[in-house]
């Protein structure tokens, strides 16, 4: 396994692993159903900002955490890209 097994399964393992995070964290259905355990939500955040009529000074708070979640999947989404040039690289 260590010499065969593992190397064969890690570069899938990584990329399924990176898709699924960065599909959870753009998803906003994932979000609501997870609001409920009490710790605040980026999407969510996001909404009640852009929602909210009381925000004196914080008008480009959602922008900014949109511009945040973008990079985060950009770069969950690069990391994902390299590991696929690196797999294809050893399929040939």
Do not use: C, D, H, K
Not at 29 to 50: D, E, F, M, N, Y
């Amino acid at each position: 396994w260590r010499l065969v097994g593992l190397p064969l399964l890690t570069p899938a393992f990584l990329g399924s692993l990176l898709l699924l995070f960065a599909n959870s964290f753009a998803a906003y259905a994932t979000a609501a159903a997870l609001v409920s355990q009490g710790s605040p939500i980026i999407p969510l955040w996001i909404r009640s900002a852009l929602t909210s009529e009381v925000v004196l000074g914080r008008q480009n708070f959602a922008y900014a955490l949109a511009l945040e979640m973008i990079v985060i999947v950009a770069v969950v989404m690069a990391g994902y890209s390299l590991l696929v040039r690196r797999t294809a690289r050893w399929v040939r």
